[in-house]
């Protein structure tokens, strides 16, 4: 029923209201240090005076304006946080090369800003390209903590006239910490229970928005789809898109109609506009919505206009918009050959009823839960027991690697919905992608060279093969990007060189950084409880949840498809 009431406002582009929100939400710098006092609150959002729910803002505003910078700058956050609960904040996609400490994984790299507190990131752009900034503190991305980073590149390789940067937004009427209770009963019944999924488009509403164009302009269009947990899938009817970048690595320039932006990913695709302002046209972001088991309702169709006159008429114009640019059709112009792997790690992603008697998602059976020490800060103190996964504690799932080794992921995701991964610290070669079943493979060989990224979007029943070398000391978290996964526990953590951790990053933590763990009773040595010892762990179960699986789900969709069609129609 809600789902008609949504068409009003989100499946529709009649409406003639003319809002140029777009570039003037985006503040622009262009020195060498950005400086940012942001307070982080609760703001009321009313979404397009349909309903009202609080966001999670930055300095009373939603959605938060994003930051724009050019390669070289440093960018310094005083992030002042007003909040109920403790925050943090990640630079997704930004190496913090020798700043692990800035990364801002709440009880990984840092204890979280305590309520009322405070804490200054210092971050190091110098790389260019289109990336993010959000909480790393529990769901909190979900509820709003997020916004746009683009660094441009004073050297840029493309010619284009003028840039658009357009994130594609999930955003939900119920609070997250409401809907990760649905997403981990363990009654299909309830945890299928359908929710609506709106999508902000830009900013706005996406019938609202207005992609302006000049005839004969060429746009840089910055996609960024920094939701919480569903797939967009972006195309322009009657232009033709050349995507150029994915995940800040600049790529050969690639034709298509279509491009499909997972959760946390970002691509830039250079459109051409028409000569003539004769016809207005419509651009499509498409929400796919696999995992809510809504089939009538995947994917959830939103379109916008592009505007050439106010005045002209819409042309409708469909081409062959679905089609999808995979990720092993890509190379990266920066020709790196593809890396000889010295060390594997395979991740098997299962989901199902734990003992706990919950639903909770894992790799390799081990659902994650947090520490009572942050991860680095073990890694830092431990001393030679660093070199031991037990010191970090079972359910962090830390695997340990060698400076400079290559190391290669294998996940394979056995769920029926896809996932998108995400590796902190580093960008990864696409090897392999395939179908772990039917052994359906795509394969680079040794002559290419794979295509990077920092968020890999891997099928439902399908597994990738990715490669990076660890040459960036520190704690790193490889995740499901989908917020609601990572609070049911997929997630690991590389622990990557602790000997440089201790000999590079150690004595470069700011004294505040002690001070917020200090203000939360969380102490800033120890094992992975904050013993001394690494055997000291004891139970394992004192981390909770017990991570003891009951029964997993099939990498089949579950036969709750007829009764959540009957809800809808009924
Ligand atoms: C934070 O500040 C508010 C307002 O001054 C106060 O009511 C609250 O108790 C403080 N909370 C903590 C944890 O210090
Ligand atoms: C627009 O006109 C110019 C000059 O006539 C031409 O070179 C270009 O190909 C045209 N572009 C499109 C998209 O038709
Ligand atoms: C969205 O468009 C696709 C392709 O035209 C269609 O298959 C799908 O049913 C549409 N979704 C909805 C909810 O109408
Ligand atoms: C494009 O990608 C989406 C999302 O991953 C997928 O659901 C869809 O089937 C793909 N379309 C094609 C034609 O491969
Ligand atoms: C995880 O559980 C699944 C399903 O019970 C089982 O097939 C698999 O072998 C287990 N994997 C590991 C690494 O224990
Ligand atoms: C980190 O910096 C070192 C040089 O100090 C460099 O060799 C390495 O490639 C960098 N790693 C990343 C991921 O940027
Ligand atoms: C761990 O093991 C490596 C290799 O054996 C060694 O070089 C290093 O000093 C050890 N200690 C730490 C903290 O990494
Ligand atoms: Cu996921």
């Known amino acids: 029923m809600h789902i008609l009431l949504a068409e009003r406002c989100f499946f529709g582009s009649s409406t003639k209201l003319v809002l140029l929100l777009v570039l003037g939400l985006w503040c622009v710098a262009h020195a060498a240090t950005i400086e940012l006092n942001w307070d982080i609150e609760y703001v009321d959002y009313s979404m397009e005076g349909m309903f009202t729910r609080k966001a999670i803002g930055i300095n009373g505003q939603w959605p938060i304006p994003g930051v724009v910078a050019t390669k070289g700058d440093t960018l310094i956050i005083h992030a002042t946080n007003k909040l109920k ?25 840092e204890c979280g800003i305590p309520m009322n507190g405070s804490f200054t990131y210092v971050v ?73 999924p709106y999508a902000i488009i830009g900013g706005t509403c996406s019938s609202k928005k207005r992609l302006n164009f000049a005839p004969g302009k060429t746009y840089r269009i910055r996609l960024l789809n920094i939701g919480a947990s569903f797939d967009f899938h972006f195309s322009m009817e009657a232009h033709t898109l050349r995507l150029i970048e994915v995940d800040g690595v600049m790529v050969k ?55 050439y006159s106010p005045s002209a008429k819409i042309k409708r114009e469909r081409s062959a918009m679905w089609m999808n640019v995979s990720d092993l ?34 790799f390799n059976n081990v659902t994650y839960a947090v520490p009572q020490i942050p991860t680095l800060l073990t890694a830092m103190t431990m001393g030679d027991y660093a070199n031991r996964t037990e010191v970090y504690g079972k359910q962090t799932d830390t695997h340990i690697l060698k400076h400079l080794d290559v190391v290669q992921i294998v996940v394979n995701n056995h769920d029926y919905y896809s996932h998108p991964f995400h590796l902190h610290g580093h960008v990864f070669q696409i090897i392999e992608t395939g179908d772990i079943r039917s052994k359906e493979r795509r394969v680079k060989t040794a002559l290419d060279t794979p295509v990077k990224r920092d968020t890999v979007v891997i099928g439902g029943g399908h597994y990738a093969i990715l490669r990076f070398r660890a040459d960036n000391p520190g704690v790193w978290l490889f995740h499901c990007h989908i917020d609601f996964h990572i609070m049911l526990g997929l997630q690991m953590t590389f622990v990557e060189a602790p000997d440089k951790i201790q000999s590079r990053l150690k004595h470069k933590v700011p004294d505040a950084y002690r001070e917020n763990c200090v203000a939360q009773g969380i102490k800033t040595t120890g094992n992975a409880l904050g013993g001394s010892e690494v055997m000291d762990l004891g139970d394992q179960d004192q981390l909770n949840p017990s991570p003891y699986p009951d029964q997993f789900e099939s990498a089949d969709p579950p036969s709750g498809w007829m009764l959540i069609s009957y809800i809808l129609q009924g």
């Open 85 to 109: 609960e403790p925050t943090s904040l990640h630079s997704h996609g930004i190496f913090q090369n020798g700043t692990n400490f800035y990364d801002g994984a709440a009880m990984v790299t």
């Open 124 to 196: 190091n752009l110098n790389q260019a390209g289109t990336y993010w900034i959000h909480s790393h503190f529990k769901s909190q991305t979900a509820d709003g903590l997020r916004t746009t980073l683009v660094i441009r590149d004073p050297d840029e390789v493309y010619k284009y006239d003028d840039e658009i940067i357009l994130p594609l937004e999930d955003w939900f009427r119920e609070p997250a910490k409401t809907l990760i209770k649905q997403f981990n009963n363990p009654d299909p019944h309830i945890r299928f229970k359908p929710i609506v």
């Open 253 to 307: 320039e690639r034709t298509t109609h279509g491009v499909t932006v997972g959760t946390g990913q970002r691509a830039s695709v250079l459109v051409t506009a028409l000569n003539t302002t004769d016809n207005n046209y419509i651009f499509h972001a498409d929400m796919y919505t696999d995992l809510l088991q809504m089939p009538r309702y995947n994917p959830l169709n939103f379109t916008g206009t592009i505007e």
């Open 329 to 362: 059709d890509l190379e990266p112009l920066d020709a790196e050959p593809m890396l000889e792997a010295d060390q594997i790690v395979t991740l098997d992603a299962y989901s199902g009823i734990f003992s706990d008697q919950s639903f909770r998602h894992s």
